[in-house]
């Protein structure tokens, strides 16, 4: 016989819901010891002190007591609205403990499959899907921002539409490249990464042009596998060209290619885990693939759970459950 737990007795006499609440209580201890906040209106209180008003913009609403989370509600004096600090972000209504979205969270960061999401957070099937959704919403627009500097290395990375919505191996159409769905990556040296959709097929330079042209820095020097559609971007972007002949018995070219290649293969071995996806939603996942592929990067500087949690509260959006 080992210790006995001094706790065995009491847990042991709790009924199913206080032992639900019991164990709700223990996680948000947990989540406030690690990350610093512990409930919904905490890390609301921490990164949304002063919410504008969302249908008017007013910047300084009253405050107008809390909501039954805990979270604040607030009123504004232009245009009569009522809200918590968590409108206008994905956050908004969502009823489980914050605990369990970081779990959700924390799953996401190694791209599990959504059933076993669903299963290991002891959400349903729906409630991960609709989770997702919310953290794809988050993320929507975030490449818009990001420039690639000094040495840039630029690719292509091809999947089957179908296999995004069948699976792979399923359902297949044969051969004919331009049934496949590109996707222009790019990364440069201090590893910012970009993935965009890009039509179908191999891309014409108008193509390439409008999925990386405003994603590289004057003077960077791109490198390439000598496709014809780079050069009329890299002109256009002010570029430098440094090209491999794309041959992967060549030692040279899969050195010298070797981390943009790496990153087609993670991505297209992310997007493998989503099968099921509606193909329509591509760009989503690919951004959530780059904003994720940041924040792992950056774990050292910014814890990544806390970070995510941060950027759903600061980033004005709405998860629309429209399909
Ligand atoms: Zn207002």
Redesign the pocket.
């Known amino acids: 016989m080992g210790a006995t737990n001094p706790y065995s007795g009491l847990v042991g006499g709790l009924s199913a819901g206080e032992l639900e609440l019991l164990r709700d209580a223990v996680e948000e201890r947990r989540l406030r010891e690690g990350l610093g906040f512990g409930a919904l209106a905490e890390a609301a209180e921490l990164y949304r002190p002063a919410p504008?008003?969302?249908?008017?913009?007013?910047p300084s609403?009253w405050r107008d007591g809390r909501a039954p989370s805990g979270v604040r509600r607030w009123r504004?004096?232009?245009?009569?609205?009522r809200f918590t600090s968590l409108s206008g972000t994905v956050l908004e209504n969502c009823k489980k403990p914050l605990a369990t979205w970081v779990d959700f969270i924390r799953l996401t960061l190694f791209a599990v499959p959504l059933d076993a999401c669903a299963e290991a957070c002891r959400i349903t099937h729906q409630t991960a899907w609709e989770w997702r959704h919310r953290l794809l919403a988050a993320v929507d627009g975030y490449q818009g921002r990001i420039v690639l500097r000094g040495r840039v290395w630029i690719d292509e990375a091809y999947v089957n539409d179908t296999d995004l919505s069948h699976g792979y191996g399923q359902a297949r159409k044969r051969g004919l490249s331009r049934q496949k769905l590109c996707i222009a990556v790019g990364i440069d040296a201090r590893k910012e990464p970009v993935a965009v959709v890009c039509g179908h097929g191999k891309p014409s330079t108008k193509r390439i042009k409008e999925a990386l042209g405003g994603h590289l820095a004057e003077g960077a020097v791109v490198v390439h596998d000598r496709e014809k559609a780079h050069n009329g971007l890299i002109r256009e972007a002010g570029c430098g060209s440094e090209s491999y002949k794309a041959d992967v018995r060549d030692p040279v070219y899969l050195e010298k290619m070797a981390l943009v290649n790496n990153l087609c293969s993670w991505i297209k071995r992310y997007l493998w885990r989503f099968t099921g996806m509606d193909p329509a939603n591509l760009q989503s996942y690919l951004n959530l693939y780059v904003y994720l592929f940041r924040v792992k990067r950056d774990d050292e500087k910014w814890p990544k759970l806390e970070r995510v949690v941060r950027h759903m509260l600061m980033t004005g959006a709405r998860f629309r459950s429209s399909t």
């Open positions: 504008p008003c969302p249908s008017c913009g007013e609403p504004c004096p232009s245009c009569g609205a």
